[in-house]
Protein backbone atom coordinates (compact mmCIF):
# COMPACT_ATOMS: atom_id res chain seq x y z
CA UNK A 1 0.00 0.00 0.00
CA UNK A 2 1.06 3.49 -0.83
CA UNK A 3 1.20 6.12 2.36
CA UNK A 4 0.82 8.91 -0.74
CA UNK A 5 -1.98 11.40 0.32
CA UNK A 6 -4.20 12.99 -2.47
CA UNK A 7 -3.02 16.53 -2.08
CA UNK A 8 -6.27 18.57 -1.24
CA UNK A 9 -8.13 20.65 -3.85
CA UNK A 10 -6.52 24.16 -4.16
CA UNK A 11 -3.48 23.08 -2.58
CA UNK A 12 -1.36 22.93 -5.54
CA UNK A 13 -2.54 25.99 -6.66
CA UNK A 14 -1.29 28.02 -3.34
CA UNK A 15 2.08 26.61 -3.82
CA UNK A 16 2.32 27.28 -7.59
CA UNK A 17 1.03 31.06 -6.09
CA UNK A 18 3.80 31.21 -3.80
CA UNK A 19 6.61 29.83 -6.34
CA UNK A 20 5.71 32.28 -8.55
CA UNK A 21 5.99 35.35 -5.77
CA UNK A 22 9.53 33.71 -4.72
CA UNK A 23 10.81 33.82 -8.63
CA UNK A 24 9.65 37.43 -8.91
CA UNK A 25 11.13 38.36 -6.02
CA UNK A 26 14.50 36.91 -6.80
CA UNK A 27 14.23 38.21 -10.36
CA UNK A 28 13.42 41.55 -9.24
CA UNK A 29 16.41 41.37 -6.73
CA UNK A 30 18.68 40.43 -9.89
CA UNK A 31 17.77 43.15 -12.03
CA UNK A 32 17.81 45.39 -8.98
CA UNK A 33 21.38 44.69 -8.63
CA UNK A 34 22.27 44.47 -12.06
CA UNK A 35 24.25 47.64 -13.32
CA UNK A 36 22.52 47.71 -16.90
CA UNK A 37 19.31 48.54 -15.47
CA UNK A 38 18.27 52.66 -15.43
CA UNK A 39 19.02 54.04 -11.91
CA UNK A 40 15.71 55.92 -12.72
CA UNK A 41 13.63 52.48 -12.81
CA UNK A 42 15.53 51.10 -9.90
CA UNK A 43 13.98 53.91 -7.77
CA UNK A 44 10.60 52.81 -8.40
CA UNK A 45 11.08 49.73 -5.61
CA UNK A 46 12.24 52.85 -2.70
CA UNK A 47 9.40 54.64 -3.43
CA UNK A 48 6.67 51.98 -3.13
CA UNK A 49 8.54 50.82 -0.22
CA UNK A 50 8.00 54.16 1.06
CA UNK A 51 4.22 53.47 1.09
CA UNK A 52 4.57 50.97 3.58
CA UNK A 53 5.87 53.72 5.96
CA UNK A 54 4.03 56.59 4.90
CA UNK A 55 1.56 58.14 6.68
CA UNK A 56 -0.82 58.38 3.39
CA UNK A 57 -2.63 55.29 2.94
CA UNK A 58 -5.78 54.48 0.44
CA UNK A 59 -7.46 51.85 2.72
CA UNK A 60 -6.38 52.99 6.82
CA UNK A 61 -4.63 50.27 8.74
CA UNK A 62 -7.69 50.56 11.48
CA UNK A 63 -9.37 47.62 9.78
CA UNK A 64 -7.10 44.51 10.43
CA UNK A 65 -6.29 42.83 7.08
CA UNK A 66 -8.05 45.05 4.58
CA UNK A 67 -5.44 47.59 5.29
CA UNK A 68 -2.55 45.76 4.19
CA UNK A 69 -4.23 44.69 1.31
CA UNK A 70 -3.10 48.00 -0.56
CA UNK A 71 0.32 48.24 1.02
CA UNK A 72 0.67 44.73 -0.67
CA UNK A 73 -0.83 45.35 -4.07
CA UNK A 74 1.42 49.09 -4.10
CA UNK A 75 4.40 46.79 -3.32
CA UNK A 76 3.20 44.02 -6.07
CA UNK A 77 2.40 47.06 -8.67
CA UNK A 78 5.81 48.41 -7.87
CA UNK A 79 7.76 45.03 -8.87
CA UNK A 80 5.71 44.54 -11.84
CA UNK A 81 6.32 48.34 -12.87
CA UNK A 82 10.05 47.56 -12.30
CA UNK A 83 10.57 44.52 -14.16
CA UNK A 84 8.23 46.17 -17.53
CA UNK A 85 10.40 48.79 -17.42
CA UNK A 86 13.99 47.03 -17.30
CA UNK A 87 15.48 46.57 -20.36
CA UNK A 88 13.54 43.15 -21.86
CA UNK A 89 16.97 41.67 -23.10
CA UNK A 90 18.77 41.80 -19.40
CA UNK A 91 14.82 40.35 -18.11
CA UNK A 92 15.36 37.26 -20.90
CA UNK A 93 18.93 36.57 -19.58
CA UNK A 94 17.90 36.53 -15.83
CA UNK A 95 14.60 34.77 -16.51
CA UNK A 96 16.52 31.78 -18.33
CA UNK A 97 18.88 32.04 -15.50
CA UNK A 98 16.45 31.13 -12.83
CA UNK A 99 14.81 28.71 -14.84
CA UNK A 100 18.03 26.63 -16.10
CA UNK A 101 19.86 27.80 -12.67
CA UNK A 102 22.86 29.11 -14.37
CA UNK A 103 24.44 31.20 -17.09
CA UNK A 104 22.14 30.65 -20.23
CA UNK A 105 23.98 32.81 -22.87
CA UNK A 106 27.69 31.90 -21.54
CA UNK A 107 30.33 32.06 -23.91
CA UNK A 108 32.18 29.06 -22.71
CA UNK A 109 30.02 26.40 -23.70
CA UNK A 110 31.82 24.23 -26.77
CA UNK A 111 29.79 24.78 -29.96
CA UNK A 112 30.59 21.97 -32.60
CA UNK A 113 30.27 23.16 -36.18
CA UNK A 114 29.11 20.18 -38.40
CA UNK A 115 27.07 19.09 -41.63
CA UNK A 116 24.63 16.33 -41.66
CA UNK A 117 22.84 13.97 -43.97
CA UNK A 118 18.75 12.68 -44.39
CA UNK A 119 18.97 8.98 -44.87
CA UNK A 120 15.73 7.21 -46.14
CA UNK A 121 14.14 10.54 -47.13
CA UNK A 122 12.28 9.54 -50.58
Known amino acids: ?3 NKPI ?3 QGKQLSILAGLIRQLR ?3 LLFKDKRVPTWAK ?3 PV ?3 YLISPIDFMPDVIL ?8 GVILLGMTLFVKLCPPEIVEYYLNQLEYGHDFYSDDDET ?7 V ?3
Do not use: A, C, F
Not at 112 to 118: E, G, K, M, S
Open 43 to 45: TIL
Open 112 to 118: VDTTYRV
Open 8 to 10: PVG
Open 1 to 3: MSN
Open 48 to 50: SLL
Open 65 to 72: GLGQLDDL
Open 120 to 122: GED
Open 27 to 29: LVW
